[in-house]
């Protein structure tokens, strides 16, 4: 279920910032990012301390993932879109998404498509049956699990569970505290 309009239960922090939190919100963007830190960075540091215990985890998986950012973004993608976190799934669709080649159609197949999606290649849709079952049923079918292992080595298997794991911890938090959007993040598909 897609995000509502309504206002958020957890207002995300507002400038002038204490030191300290103009300093972590710092390290959770890019460096030299022109963009204002986003809602959800500015919604987390109201708890400051577990603010910059998440902020590694979701770090390392950006930037130094053994999985390829493509693969990567396809799982972020459909994990978010499943969750119903349009903020999030908006903000990686113009941040990394499309950057990495993600087509109009991928994009779109994140959120209406299905696994057998004409979007995906073969080993496109595995991502995206992982990320269904995953959102299903809290498992892998060992099915699944064995064609995954086909292609993806142990330490990528586990960081692609972690990465769907995280981002639908960001997702129950998203939609928990009802972060609302980036007024420059793509919007879910009509229809």
Known sequence: MPQTAEQPRIAPLQPPYAPEIEASLRKWMPPG????????????????????????????????G???????EIVIARTCARAGAEYEWG?????????????DAQ??????????????????????????????TATISDGLWARLAASYAEDQLL???????WYRLLSYVIN???????????????G
């Open 33 to 64: 990012s022109e963009v204002e830190p986003l809602k959800l960075f500015r919604t987390l540091n109201v708890h400051d301390e577990l603010a910059s215990r998440m902020r590694p985890l979701g770090a390392g998986i950006l930037g130094h």
């Open 66 to 72: 053994r999985v390829a950012p493509r693969d990567r």
């Open 91 to 103: 903000v990686h669709v113009l941040a990394f998404a499309k950057p990495l080649g993600l087509t």
């Open 176 to 190: 928990g505290a009802r972060v609302q959007r980036e007024p420059w993040a793509a919007r879910f598909p009509a």
């Open 159 to 165: 960081e692609l569970l972690v990465t769907a794991g």
């Open 107 to 136: 994009i779109v197949a994140t959120v209406d498509g299905r696994a057998d999606d004409d979007a995906w290649s073969d080993a496109e849709s595995l991502l995206i049956e992982l990320c269904d079952e995953l959102h299903d």
